[in-house]
């Protein structure tokens, strides 16, 4: 090897070094980076060139075979699996909290706190049924009653319209994301076919694939060229290529899954016309769309059972008795027509509305003292009414309050589990791809003195071509 060879080694070093330096300064300046894969540098002896020994060849020095990516693809779609399982059980427990919250009689009257004061005056009435201000009472806790079934129905219709908010943004989100993977995936493979390592725009799939795959149950698998393709389970292709699909959302009817009148559906632009609101499973949008129509409909649909047995039942009771002036068959409630939506409809008839004297407590006419009409609507308070005569009125609300707390607190302990099985998950990819500032100082000092040393093999070798050139003088 002549002395222009030994400067080619000298170069080829600090090259080398150089890009070592470089991709260790990368990984510091990213080690908060959300996402990122610590880069290595892969280095190779270059081809030896002629023989100069007898039995050898000199080296020719170091080439850069590559800047790998440190990365595991398996623990990146455990990851993703993770993130999906936790989105959605965190979205859950978002829109349970606030369900909890509607029945919650610790710091107020709740409904049925309302409930027992309603048949408590109708006892009062009863010691007493020619008592005009207790008459009023009844009037005033039947109002109460009727208000407080108002406005429980209302607060889990304003959970079920957030919850479709929600619904709304994560379409617009999935959109937006399955727009970005399909650019990403045009990006890195462009860049590849030039011979130049994707590995930041590979970091930036994954981080945009995990937040996709956070949204909803997702397929995905890697095609001849290395791009991903994501399919949403139980629907059909997402990203696929160069063409991504979109979701929208809709207002649309009451269907027999759960989804009630005006709620949002779902649709994709891969199946035109195709309603997929109970294909989606999993993560944020399967999570809300669960709790929607399962959770929120099942209390809804109780507390309408509950609204139509009460006023049915005491209705019932009332109307075989007999007012001040000797009416008989007058309503108590103004009962609703079905029970579909009958806490929303619950109301006092027009009759009690109007004159307290319209309140039945006698059994019989012209009795002023006869009390027992009003004794036997105060007894429907524990009389099994409701479930086919299984269930008293509180029983029934109290199941719907125990239904709620089972649901809500079999989520949370799931919810808890699962966040340490995503930190332990994110603690080993930290392990392998996390980048440790520490272990790259010291990868710098070891690149710098590598780059000094390959400067000093010039140096030297600039000093042995000036004593040949002297030689020639």
Known sequence: MGVSGILNTGRSGMAAAKTAIATAGHNIANANTEGYSRQRVTMETAAAQGSVLPKGSVGNGVEVAGVDRINDEYLERQLRNSARDMAGMEEKDMGLKQLEDIFNEVNGEGLNRVISRFFNDFRKLANEPENESIREAVRESSMALVNDFHRMRNEVMEVRDHLDSRVEAYAGEASSLAEDLKKLNLNITQMELNKTPANDLRDQRDQVLKKLGSLMDLGVHKDHRG?????????????????????????SPADDQGKGEGAYSLRTTARAGGD???????????????????????????????AYNLSQSVNEVHNQGFTRSGLQGVDFFAAPMARERAAEFFDLSEEVKSNVDHI?????????????????????????????????????????????????????????????????????RERISGVSVDEETANLMQFQHTFDASAKVIQVADEMLKTVLELKR
Request: proline content about 2%; aromatic content about 2%.
């Open 227 to 251: 791009d991903f393709s994501v399919d949403i389970k139980g629907v059909g292709p997402l990203v696929t290529g160069s063409q991504a699909e979109k979701l929208m959302v809709e207002r």
């Open 360 to 428: 039945a407590t006698a059994a019989v006419p012209d009795a002023p003292g006869d009390n027992r009409i009003a004794l036997a609507i105060s007894g429907l308070q524990h009389m099994k009414v409701m479930h086919e005569g299984k269930s008293t009125l509180d029983e029934w609300f109290n199941s719907i309050v125990s239904d709620v707390g089972v649901v809500s607190a079999h989520n949370r302990s799931g919810l808890n589990q699962q966040r340490d099985i995503n930190t332990q998950l994110g603690k080993m």
């Open 276 to 306: 997929i609101t109970h294909q989606l499973k999993g993560g944020k949008i399967g999570a809300l769309l669960e709790t929607r129509d399962k959770t929120l409909t099942a209390v809804l649909s109780k507390l309408d059972d509950l």
